[in-house]
Nanobody, 124 residues
């Protein structure tokens, strides 16, 4: 139901835009959506999230100022624009959607639906 795309290999300092398209149930417009990432040997970590209306965005400190999350409810798609990529951004990126509780946008357990992940590799 969630399909992530846009990953790839990029040099440090470069940019990528990830997309997460929703299909099937019309859950997109009423759910918050987020991006998480998981590097080899590490736990899944929060990257960014956006409220159901798109009016509020949340970011991990490690990506603040470099990444921008946005959504287009007319296209059932959420985006993650990543600028100034660093080698430490290398990970599999997952999109997620759910009825996230107030103040819990960084909590994976609050998300009900997950995409399959897209690999982002940043070479130094």
């Amino acid at each position: 139901q969630l399909q992530a795309s846009g990953g790839g290999l990029v040099q440090a300092g470069g940019s990528l835009r990830l997309s997460c398209a929703t299909s099937g149930r019309s859950i997109f417009s009423s759910y918050a959506q987020g991006w998480f990432r998981q590097a080899p040997g590490k736990e899944r970590e929060f990257v960014a999230a956006i409220s159901w209306s798109g009016g509020t965005a949340y970011y991990a400190d490690s990506v603040k100022g470099r990444f921008t999350i946005s959504r287009d409810n007319t296209k059932d798609t959420v985006y993650l624009r990543m600028n100034g990529l660093k080698s430490e951004d290398t990970a599999v990126y997952y999109c997620a959607a759910g009825s996230v509780g107030r103040g819990r946008y960084s909590e994976p357990v609050d998300y009900d639906y997950w995409g399959q992940g897209t690999q982002v590799t940043v070479s130094s």
